[in-house]
């Protein structure tokens, strides 16, 4: 069973930078494409951006592109979101997802998922 576990989170200022981990455990973690999502009140659950399981394929949301970046590293099957110029719009709680199949993470379907950390940017 993959367990998921997301750390990082926390306030910051607008302009303002955070990085995101999510540590696999269970499985083998090159096995796994990894993604990021968050969630605000009232809207649905976003993509924010992919990575395959071998780290050669991206993928990200419109709004992360060229703000974020995701990474991983194998040594510790962990998994970063590297978050720069920050947006008060940027609030929200933010998951980490594994799944087989890299195509998955884009169209928002994960096999596990963590408990979210919170993401607040203040104006």
């Known amino acids: 069973q993959v367990q998921l576990e997301e750390s990082g989170g926390g306030l910051v200022q607008t302009g303002g930078s955070l990085r995101l981990s999510c540590l696999l455990s269970?499985?083998?973690?090159?096995?796994?494409?990894m993604g990021w999502f968050r969630r605000t009140p009232g809207k649905d659950r976003e993509i924010v951006a992919g990575?395959?399981?071998?780290?050669?394929?991206?993928t990200y949301a419109d709004f992360a592109k060229g703000r974020f970046t995701i990474s991983r590293e194998a040594a510790k099957n962990t998994t970063h979101l590297q978050m720069n110029a920050l947006k008060p719009d940027d609030t929200a709680v933010y998951y980490c997802?594994?799944?087989?199949?890299?195509?998955?993470?884009?169209?928002?379907?994960?096999?596990?998922w963590g408990q979210g950390t919170q993401v607040t940017v203040s104006s």
């Open positions: 269970g499985r083998t973690f090159g096995n796994y494409a």
């Open positions: 990575i395959s399981g071998g780290g050669l394929s991206t």
């Open positions: 997802a594994a799944t087989s199949w890299f195509h998955d993470i884009s169209t928002g379907r994960a096999d596990y």
